[in-house]
Antibody, heavy 116, light 109 residues
């Protein structure tokens, strides 16, 4: 079964860049035609879609965050990554990676706190 | 900015049936929005339930079903169980982007 695991710093300073990686196991990130997504959830609030990347490398981003978000993929490592620039306290949230589609899987999430 | 609207909260009795809906600010929801539904319990990651309007994942209990109803996406739970108490989120596809609804808190009382 496919599993996803988020990793990265749990604490980021304001104005810096948040960087997270999602490692896919139990299957190749290149097999099949899937979108690989990043979603976040502030404490006590709803889910927010940040963006996704296709196995070909094409991307789609949330228009409200588009200028700050970059998603990339490394098929040789079965990983995809998120970069969110110029972070503020409002970016504090649990960040999830997920695979879309008929066989959808989510990581367990990782808490990122933005604080000095 | 596109807004996806769900009922903030619903209450249902055990064994009953409840329908949650998902509306788009752009107009009627059709199959082309590929509605997805997720269940989230406290402290857990969201769990996918339904994709592309009415398709179930292999782990989705039979009592959950998805459909289109009156211009909205709908999730119906028939024969509600106590363990169905959770937050439910819909997700709609807008071309290359996706938008989540605000979530429905389902209480089983």
């Amino acid at each position: 079964q496919v599993q996803l695991q988020e990793s990265g710093p749990g604490l980021v300073k304001p104005s810096q860049t948040l960087s997270l990686t999602c490692t896919v196991s139990g299957g190749s990130i290149s097999s099949g035609n899937y979108y690989w997504s990043w979603i976040r959830q502030p404490a006590g609030k709803g889910l927010e879609w940040l963006g996704h990347i296709y196995t070909s490398g094409s991307t789609g981003y949330n228009p409200s965050l588009k200028s700050r978000v970059t998603i990339s993929i490394d098929t040789s490592k079965d990983q995809f990554s998120l970069k969110l620039s110029s972070v503020t306290a409002a970016d504090t949230a649990i960040y999830y990676c997920a695979r879309e589609g008929s066989e959808s899987y989510w990581g367990q999430g990782t808490l990122v706190t933005v604080s000095s | 900015q596109t807004v996806v609207t769900q009922e903030p909260s619903l209450t249902v009795s055990p064994g009953g049936t409840v329908t949650l809906t998902c509306a788009s600010s752009t107009g009627a929801v059709t199959s082309g929005y590929y509605p997805n539904w997720f269940q989230q319990k406290p402290g857990q990651a969201p769990r996918p339930l339904i994709y592309s309007t009415g398709n179930k994942h292999s782990w989705t209990p039979a009592r959950f079903s998805g459909s289109l109803l009156g211009g909205k996406a709908a999730l119906t739970v028939s024969g509600v169980q106590p363990e169905d108490e959770a937050e439910y989120y819909c997700l709609l596809y807008y071309g290359g982007a996706r938008v989540f609804g605000g979530g429905t808190k389902l209480t089983v009382l």
